[in-house]
């Protein structure tokens, strides 16, 4: 099992561009969450997937779109990035439902906005 | 979610006991405590997790006060391979989603 994969690993933007974060998690897991994590802080949630066909606002979602595209795959989109958006994104998944929901983590794309 | 406390930063001789506290005394009775670690920028990585009960596993051991109020991450043999950020949250299990909030966390230095 590979766990949680994000592709691409390093990107460099320039302010105004697009791109798209990639997210596949092969655990047969419910819930799927994007987080993003500035130097020296925590991370925080931007969206999350509790099921296929839904998403929901996390704490900080202004700028970003997410796509449940299918049960593995959850993606993060930044239609105009800013440099306010370089950071660290990762992305995490879980059984779901009520109980332990231990998540698990990618290996996070390192995102810089010139 | 309850807001929890943490030291800045501990260090610890490798071979060692590190105890990591946190605080969180605005904790709820639905509330369980969780611990994470991150690696060097690494994913985060679950620890152990528990609500009142004392709980160890092949990683760690968690004491919660009787009052739940605060808890104590217990790494029995520090390594090297342990130095990390760890982090304490405090949330409900309820709910369709484990949405986690992190604080800033401790950061743990084991030394030789």
């Known amino acids: 099992n590979a766990g949680v994969t994000q592709t691409p690993k390093f990107q460099v933007l320039k302010t105004g561009q697009s791109m798209t974060l990639q997210c596949a998690q092969d655990?047969?897991?419910?819930?799927m969450y994007w987080y993003r994590q500035d130097p020296g802080m925590g991370l925080r949630l931007i969206y999350y997937?509790?099921?296929?066909?839904?998403?929901d606002k996390g704490e900080v979602p202004n700028g970003y779109n997410v796509s449940r595209l299918n049960k593995r795959e959850f993606s993060l989109r930044l239609e105009s990035a800013a440099p306010s958006q370089t950071s660290v994104y990762f992305c995490?998944?879980?059984?779901?439902?009520?109980?332990?929901?231990?998540?698990?983590f990618g290996p996070g794309t390192r995102l810089t906005v010139l | 979610d309850a807001k929890t406390t943490q030291p800045t930063s501990m260090d610890c001789a490798e071979g060692r006991a590190a105890n990591l506290p946190c605080n969180h005394s605005?904790?709820?009775?639905?509330?369980?405590v969780y611990w994470y670690r991150q690696i060097h920028s690494q994913g985060p990585q679950y620890i152990i997790h528990?609500?009142?009960n004392n709980e160890t596993n092949e990683m760690a051991s968690l004491i919660i006060t009787e009052d739940r109020k605060s808890s104590t991450l217990i790494l029995p043999h520090a390594t090297l391979r342990d130095t990390a950020v760890y982090y304490c949250?405090?949330?409900?299990?309820?709910?369709?989603?484990?949405?986690?909030?992190f604080g800033t966390g401790t950061r743990l230095q084991v030394t030789l």
């Open positions: 995490a998944s879980s059984e779901g439902g009520a109980g332990r929901n231990e998540q698990f």
């Open positions: 655990m047969n897991h419910n819930s």
């Open positions: 997937s509790a099921s296929e066909g839904t998403t």
């Open positions: 605005t904790i709820s009775g639905n509330e369980y």
């Open positions: 528990g609500l009142k």
């Open positions: 949250i405090v949330r409900a299990l309820t709910g369709t989603a484990s949405k986690l909030t």
